[in-house]
């Protein structure tokens, strides 16, 4: 054979062989690569199997691209190469919803499903519809940290607009807008169950999204010392950016009780500088006003600006009580309930283990009073003359249930008498006649009127609830 003919047939060969290795990669290969919405998501033909997303959002447009990977994709007629892309809409939240779409690959074709709600979401109802504007923000909790966890927003109708799956269990999910008008949406995301050895508390940190709901910032405890803590997983205030009001704690040991505490740390700080801090460690006092045995004597929960004076009011549960705080220094103002209260409660007007509490404005306080001591929950309203420590007015609100942990209170309207209340867990009835129970509710106090409910259907509980009209 001359050498030419064997060149040209030494490259023909080449050339069959280069052929059948992209014909055999592309038949057997059997994955392609999709983005929703700027998350990418893995279609397995072999597999063929409903796809879950990490989160969602009812409010925006779907625009799928198909990135890379075998065959084409077809959406309602419409042919996706590498790199094509197309918008189909606005989709509602739903288990019956989906997005659907096939992946022809040669001559063959595979049908998938996207849910646009996640099959790992717990199973819900809800009740009524709000006649008040605004939306439901709210968490998925279970006694289990680790695993399938939401952070997800509820319009007034009772329909989830978005989700976003979190790694760990997270807290207090709220909106805002900063100083410049624009949206800023946060929540507290475990990092470390049982912090510093205390079961009651998770180390977090607190997660920054803009308008679109895209992460801008994480933010920890700035110590004195110029490291950084986890944030305690109950509560903060949002301000403006970079100007937080945040909790955390630190280890200290009682030497002449020889017994190990976690001090309560709370500053507020903007742009990276401590505007004041309190320890509870510098006030001996507080840790034997403690009810409980370990670690944990205080236990933060809640923290409001109070409306009439924008100093802080914090809730302490282990010490069944309520603690003024100057937001110039730091220092004590003074103390409603627990051991040494100066507002001279009488038994039955003292609360037990509460868990929440907000200002009105007017020096009037609500508490979400979990009533661990009576075993009876209840919605309790103080008007306060807090110059003369006086208590000028008092209301209970009895929910009929007992929850042992967490919930929430929140006023929708304060004349009307509309409030949202989040029940936490661990829930049993204490009056068996009630209708049923729903893990959130928005009530009319002065009818007993269940206006709106929701609640989980398997197992799951709810931290605490708000409601924010951020338009």
């Known amino acids: 054979m001359k050498k030419t003919n064997r060149r040209y ?3 023909i060969l080449i050339a069959i062989i280069i052929s059948l290795g992209v014909f055999c990669y592309y038949y057997y290969t059997s994955k392609v690569y999709i983005d929703i919405n700027g998350e ?4 397995n033909i072999l597999e063929n199997k409903a796809i879950d997303l990490d989160t969602f959002n009812s409010n925006d447009d779907v625009i799928i691209t198909k990135l890379n990977g075998v065959g084409n994709v077809i959406i309602d ?4 190469k590498n790199g094509d892309s197309i918008n189909i809409g606005k989709i509602k939240i739903g288990r019956d919803n989906k997005i659907r779409l096939v992946v022809k690959k040669m001559f063959n074709k595979y049908n998938f499903e996207i849910n646009t709600l996640s099959s790992t979401f717990p199973k819900y109802s809800s009740y009524g519809e709000s006649n008040y504007e605004g939306d439901y923000y709210l968490t998925t909790f279970s006694m289990n940290y680790t695993g399938n966890h939401y952070i997800f927003k509820l319009n007034k109708k009772g329909e989830i607009t ?4 979190t790694d760990m269990v997270s807290f207090d999910f709220t909106a805002h807008k900063n100083k410049k008008g624009e949206i800023r949406y946060m929540y507290l995301e475990g990092k470390k169950p049982n912090f510093e050895g205390a079961t009651s508390i998770v180390g977090c940190e607190l997660v ?5 709901y895209k992460e801008i910032d994480r933010i920890k405890y700035l110590n004195k010392d110029g490291t950084y803590s986890l944030l305690d997983n109950h509560t903060y205030m949002y301000i403006d950016d970079g100007h937080y009001i945040l909790t955390s704690y630190v280890l200290r040991k009682i030497e002449d009780k020889n017994v190990d505490v976690l001090d309560c740390l709370i500053h507020e700080i903007k742009d990276e500088k401590v505007i004041w801090e309190f320890n509870s460690g510098d006030y001996p006092y507080l840790y ?3 009810t409980v045995e370990g670690k944990d004597y205080i236990h933060i929960n809640s923290i409001d600006i109070d409306k009439d004076d924008e100093n802080v009011i914090c809730s302490f549960r282990n010490i069944d009580a309520l603690i003024k705080l100057s937001r110039k220094d730091g220092r004590i103002i ?39 001591e009576n075993r009876r929950t209840r919605i309790v309203k103080f008007v306060l003359d807090e110059k003369n420590k006086k208590v000028i007015e008092y209301k209970e609100y009895d929910t009929n249930i007992y929850a042992a942990m967490m919930g929430s209170v929140r006023v929708i309207d304060l004349v009307n008498q509309i409030n949202l209340i989040c029940y936490g867990g661990k829930i049993t009835k204490t009056n068996t006649n009630f209708r049923n129970i729903y893990l959130l509710e928005e009530i009319n106090f002065a009818t007993n009127k269940l206006e709106f409910g929701f609640t989980f259907l398997d197992g799951h509980q709810i931290y605490n609830a708000n409601k924010i009209d951020i338009n």
């Not at 990418?40 to 279609?43: V, Y």
């Not at 978005?162 to 799956?165: C, E, H, N, Q, R």
């Open 9 to 11: 047939f030494v490259l």
């Open 334 to 372: 003074w103390m409603l309930g627990g051991k040494n209260d100066e507002f001279n409660l009488s038994n039955k007007n003292k609360f037990s283990k509460q868990h929440s509490w907000i200002s009105a404005g007017n020096n009037t306080y609500f508490v979400y009073d979990n009533g661990n």
């Open 288 to 290: 034997d006003c403690t």
């Open 208 to 212: 920054v999204l803009d308008e679109k």
């Open 40 to 43: 990418k998501i893995e279609l």
């Open 162 to 165: 978005y989700y976003k799956k």
């Open 77 to 80: 007629g419409n042919i996706l």
